[in-house]
């Protein structure tokens, strides 16, 4: 079981993200307040076109830039900025689940190797 590290500003898709987590076998942790008190796990799910969610990835791949991060977003392509965080998917809103479940698996087996 993996912990998946949750950065998405919308209440609602939080917790559809995280019922996604939750039956794929593996903890969802939500969107903290501080980016500095981020513990995040073994992958981090981030909407990267909201500027606290991508701070606080930003935060978290600079300390440990292994961390696999699965990007879900607005944008059809990855931002510029964003392309710092390297993300080993990216699925574009709006999304069918198994896109998401697929780009989940993918960053947990790259947590695991």
Sequence with gaps: MARIFILEPE????????????????EPVQHLE?????????????????ERCYAGARAIHER?????????????EVPGDAKALEPVAYV???FRLVEVEAAIRTAVERAAS
């Design 92 to 94: 574009v809103k709006p």
């Design 64 to 76: 440990l830039p292994e961390v696999p991060i699965v990007c879900v977003s607005i944008y059809s």
């Design 34 to 50: 501080s980016a500095a008190d981020i513990h995040p796990g073994d992958v981090v799910v981030v909407e990267p076109g909201d």
């Design 11 to 26: 209440p609602e898709l939080r917790e559809l993200l995280a019922r996604v987590v939750t039956r794929l076998g593996h």
